[in-house]
């Protein structure tokens, strides 16, 4: 662990593993921070650490050459990038302390817009949203906790969240629902729509030169 350390990546003062391995190891390849002005200040919400298995680049040949400014703009890369069969892990570790139960409601929300702009929202959906809900409802944000959303290489898309703060165990939920799963993924990954622009323009960024390697 020692020497991992040492390596830390920081995101605004936030520190972020530079691999996280779970089946096999996903390098740290875009980062950024979600935050909000009010008043002229900037208050900042969560640092955001994008984990892909390097192997991305062989699903997105097709945008190779192309400037991170390119790549920004272009939501089809980042649908290509949602749909590749590849692991991909989220980091959010928590900068302003907020209750669970509001982050939820952001995510519910977010999510299911989506599913119903691509009429996919249906019982199934709302039932597995629910769940999700239901597990940030009790949970409490200070700063430094970490929320995890792993997104494994299954035939079904499903993603596996885990909720870890300081002094408390590890809690764990799995959606096993696809639509759901994938629009989670384009909550924060989801291009020109995605909640951080920062991670967003950080992730064109890291794409452009993997794909000129």
């Known amino acids: 662990m ?3 350390e040492v390596e830390a990546v ?3 003062e936030v520190p972020f593993p530079p691999q996280i391995t779970i089946t096999k190891p996903l ?3 875009a980062h950024g921070i979600t935050d909000i002005e009010i008043h002229f200040l900037q208050i900042k919400f969560t640092a955001i650490g994008v984990y892909l298995d390097p ?3 062989t699903h997105l040949q097709k945008w190779k050459g192309k400037s991170p400014a390119d790549l920004a703009q272009d939501d089809d890369l980042f649908d290509a990038l949602i749909s590749a069969p590849v692991e991909k892990l989220i980091r959010v570790v928590v900068i302003k302390e907020i209750k669970g139960s509001q982050y939820g409601v952001q995510l519910e929300n977010s999510v ?3 599913l119903a702009e691509e009429d996919k929202y249906e ?8 769940q999700v809900v239901h597990f940030f409802q009790s949970k409490y944000f ?3 906790s970490t929320i995890t959303f792993y997104f494994p290489t299954t035939a079904a898309p499903t993603v596996q969240i885990v909720f870890s703060t300081e002094g408390k165990e590890e809690s764990k939920m799995e959606v096993n629902n696809a639509n759901v799963a994938e629009m989670i993924q384009k909550w924060y990954l989801g291009g020109s729509r995605g909640l951080s622009p920062t991670t967003i323009s950080s992730l064109a960024t890291a794409l452009s030169a993997e794909l000129s390697k």
Do not use: C, T
């Open 2 to 4: 020692g020497s991992n």
């Open 10 to 12: 920081m995101v605004d």
């Open 27 to 29: 390098s740290l390849l």
């Open 55 to 57: 192997q991305i680049g």
């Open 112 to 114: 299911r817009e989506r």
């Open 123 to 130: 019982e199934e959906e709302e039932a597995a949203l629910e």
């Open 142 to 144: 200070n700063p430094h």
